[in-house]
Structure formats: structure tokens, C-alpha cells
């Protein structure tokens, strides 16, 4: 067959041939699984776990896939390749002539084993809880019943208001609240500064710079009467 190189995954030697197979059934692999031994080789393209093409020995297609199911307690070496979906679509352009229509009839133990263990687990599991399932009624026969109605609330404590009689405490004496010393803004204080002028001496003081203004300015005679 012509088959593209895919991605290599492993190399498997000394098993046996049907074990293999189930393992790759098992497990939906995708990919080429090419095998030898002393008197046999061939190739196997899976998809999904399910075989589509074959050629073992000159046999092609179902012809190889019988031989396969022929060999199945054939010890041999075997080594698997990933393909991806466009290597598995030019894989299948390039070999018609090996199609497998009738990929069914192959054992495959590893899954017959898997389906025992499961098994045996689904029993033990089953008797575990039969076990509980009789501790839980034991366990109700010997436990005495209890009421909820037989337990008493818990009542809230009462606690005295404060400064109440009965709380023995007694108030102490409120102090007078005095109001903060506020300093004066700056209008206030222009406003106080006025009403402690003496305009008597403002107004001499006034006319006294206005007689050296006028002298400085040769204006004199303004002043006289």
C-alpha cells in the first residue's frame, strides 16, 4: 500500500497479534499499524478503532483482514503511527484496492478483560452497600428515640436599661456647655478700629497734610481768606 509516513508513536515487539488488535479497537485508535514475525507482515490503516484499509501477505482489503483474524495467536513486533484526518482521507484516495467493508469477527480480549474487572467491581460495589444498607437498620433498632419537643428553649437574659434604678448606676451631672472662643473677622476688627478712632484728631491731622500739599504746590493762596 501507499500510505503517507504519519506521526510515529511506538514500536510494540513480542505480542501477540490479536492482542494488539483488540488494544487499538479498544482504545479508537487512528492511525497505521504496520507488523512482522518470521513468516508474515502486512499493514492495517485504522480509523476510530475500526480497520478500513488491509494487506497482509498479497492479500488486500477483507482478504487481508481474514488473514489477520487468521493470525491472531502470531507473536510478532508491530509499529503504530498516528495519522491525522487529511493523511487518513489520501491514504484511502490512493489505495482502494484494500478497503475493508467487513471489519467485524476479530476477538479482542483486552476489552473481555476490562468488561470482568467492571463486573466484579459492579458486584463488589453492590455487597458494600447491602453492608451499610444492614448497619443503617441495626443502627436504628439499638438508638433510642428523642423528641425535639423536649427540649426547652433557651430564654433571652434580661438586662437593666441603662442608667435605670436597677441597673445601679446613677447618672453624674451634666456641665454646663460653654461656647468656644471665636476670634473676630477681618471686618470686625476694621469695624472696633472706627469705633475707637478720635475724628477730632483725624480731621487735624488731615488739614495739616493738606496745607504742606498745597505749599509744596505753590497753591497758598487757596487757603487765604
Known amino acids: 500500500m501507499e500510505l503517507p509516513r504519519g506521526t510515529f508513536r511506538s514500536i510494540r515487539k513480542g505480542i501477540r497479534l490479536g492482542d494488539l488488535i483488540g488494544e487499538l479497537i479498544t482504545t479508537r485508535f487512528t492511525g497505521i499499524c504496520s507488523f512482522s514475525s518470521g513468516d508474515i507482515s502486512g499493514s492495517l490503516v485504522f480509523k476510530g478503532g475500526t480497520c478500513i484499509l488491509a494487506k497482509v501477505q498479497d492479500q488486500y482489503g477483507d482478504g487481508g483482514w481474514a488473514e489477520t483474524r487468521a493470525r491472531e495467536e502470531q507473536v510478532i513486533d508491530a509499529v503504530l503511527s498516528d495519522l491525522n484526518a487529511t493523511q487518513l482521507q489520501l491514504a484511502l484516495e490512493f489505495n482502494k484496492n484494500a478497503y475493508v467493508k467487513n471489519a467485524g469477527g476479530l476477538t479482542a480480549p483486552p476489552v473481555q478483560k476490562t468488561g470482568a474487572m467492571h463486573h466484579g467491581a459492579e458486584q463488589k460495589t453492590a455487597a458494600t452497600s447491602q453492608l451499610h444498607v444492614e448497619k443503617e437498620k441495626e443502627f436504628i433498632k439499638t438508638t433510642p428515640l428523642t423528641f425535639a419537643g423536649a427540649v426547652h428553649p433557651v430564654q433571652p437574659e434580661k438586662r437593666p436599661a441603662p442608667n435605670s434604678?436597677?441597673?445601679?448606676?446613677?447618672?453624674?451631672?451634666q456641665?454646663?456647655?460653654t461656647a468656644p472662643d471665636v476670634e473676630p473677622s477681618p471686618t470686625e476688627k476694621e469695624y472696633d478700629s472706627i469705633d475707637s478712632m478720635d475724628f477730632d484728631d483725624v480731621t487735624q491731622k488731615i488739614r495739616k497734610d493738606v496745607k504742606v500739599i498745597l505749599k509744596q504746590l505753590q497753591l497758598e493762596h487757596l487757603t487765604e481768606k
Open 165 to 173: 434604678p436597677e441597673s445601679g448606676s446613677i447618672p453624674s451631672p
Open 175 to 177: 456641665k454646663p456647655v
